[in-house]
C-alpha cells in the first residue's frame, strides 16, 4: 500500500467513525442532524459505500436502530444514555449485561501470561481477558468488579470448566486448535475480522496487510488494527497472530511479552512455559 492509499484509507475509516457519532448524537434532531452531515463534506452516495462497508448496514438502517434504542430507554441521545449509564456502573452497557446476567459463569485462570478471566454464557464463551483488564479499563477497585462464579449444574458452568481445560492444555503445548462455541460482541465488520483470525494455522503469523486482504479489503488495514485491539477472546480467536509487516510483535492486551509468549510457544521456543505451568485455578464459587 502506497502512501496515497494509505492516506485514503485512513479517510474512509476517519468518515465512518465521524458519520456514525453525528447520527449518535444529532439523531433526534433532524435539521441540526442533516447540518452535521452537510459538514462532513461527502455526498450521500460516499457516506452510503462508508457506512455498507464498516457496519454492513445503510444509515437509514442505523439512524432507525439509535432512535428505537433510546425511545425504549426514555433518553432523547443516545451518547447521553451510554454516559450516563457508564457513570453509574463504571463500565459499557455490553459489558455490563456480561458480567451481571444471571444466566452467566466466570472464572479466573492462572496461566503463564497472568490471570485471565473467562465468562460464559449457556450457549457460548463471551469473553478471555486479563483478569485486571476490566479494572483498568473503567478505574474500578477489584472489590467493585462482580466476584467470579460457575454457575453449578448449568451449561455456562461447563463451559467455562471446558475452557479452563482446553487453555491449560494450549499452554502445555497439548493442543492446537479449540473446540468451543464462541460469541463475541462487535460489529459485523469486527465479526468478520475476528472469522479470519480463527483461520490463521497455529505457529504461523500474519501482517495487517494480509490481514485484510484476508477479509476482502485491502485498504482496510487501519480499521482491521481496530477490530483486532478490540477481541474480546483472547488466545482462542488469535489475535496475537497478528504481527507488523516488519516483524514489530506491536500492540496486545496482555502485553507484549505475553504476545512473545504465545508465539514462542506455538513456534516450539518455550519449552519451560509448558514445564513451569502450574494448574492453579483461582476460583470463587458459588450458587446462582
Given at each position: 500500500m502506497d502512501d496515497n492509499e494509505m492516506w485514503q484509507a485512513v479517510q474512509t475509516c476517519d468518515l465512518a467513525e465521524a458519520s456514525k457519532s453525528v447520527f449518535d448524537n444529532y439523531f433526534s434532531d433532524r435539521q441540526e442532524l442533516n447540518q452535521q452531515l452537510k459538514e462532513l463534506g461527502v455526498t450521500r452516495k460516499q457516506m452510503s459505500l462508508v457506512f455498507k462497508r464498516y457496519y454492513d448496514m445503510k444509515?437509514?438502517?442505523y439512524l432507525i436502530q439509535v432512535r428505537i434504542t433510546a425511545a425504549n430507554s426514555g433518553y432523547t441521545n443516545f451518547s447521553s444514555f451510554?454516559?450516563?449509564f457508564r457513570k453509574l456502573s463504571g463500565m459499557p452497557p455490553a459489558k455490563y449485561r456480561q458480567l451481571f446476567a444471571q444466566n452467566i459463569s466466570r472464572a479466573v485462570m492462572d496461566t503463564p501470561i497472568g490471570p485471565l478471566r473467562i465468562v460464559a454464557s449457556q450457549d457460548a464463551i463471551l469473553c478471555v481477558e486479563p483478569a485486571n483488564y476490566l479494572e483498568k479499563k473503567t478505574g474500578q477497585t477489584t472489590d467493585?468488579?462482580?466476584?467470579d462464579r460457575i454457575i453449578p449444574n448449568a451449561p455456562s458452568g461447563d463451559l467455562v470448566k471446558a475452557c479452563m481445560r482446553e487453555l491449560k492444555e494450549y499452554?502445555?503445548?497439548?493442543?492446537k486448535k479449540f473446540d468451543l462455541p464462541l460469541s463475541p460482541e462487535g460489529t459485523s465488520f469486527q465479526q468478520k475480522v475476528w472469522q479470519q483470525l480463527q483461520q490463521i494455522p497455529y505457529g504461523e503469523t500474519r501482517s495487517y496487510q494480509q490481514l485484510a486482504e484476508m477479509t476482502g479489503d485491502k485498504n482496510a488495514r487501519r480499521a482491521i488494527g481496530l477490530a483486532n485491539n478490540c477481541n474480546p477472546i483472547l488466545i482462542l480467536i488469535p489475535c496475537h497472530r497478528v504481527i507488523g509487516v516488519d516483524g514489530s510483535l506491536t500492540g496486545y492486551a496482555a502485553g507484549l511479552a505475553?504476545?512473545?509468549l504465545l508465539l514462542d510457544l506455538e513456534k516450539g521456543g518455550t519449552k519451560k512455559t509448558a514445564d513451569t505451568f502450574?494448574?492453579?485455578f483461582s476460583l470463587c464459587l458459588f450458587d446462582k
Open positions: 444509515p437509514a438502517e451510554y454516559a450516563h467493585q468488579v462482580p466476584a499452554f502445555a503445548g497439548q493442543r505475553a504476545k512473545k502450574q494448574s492453579s
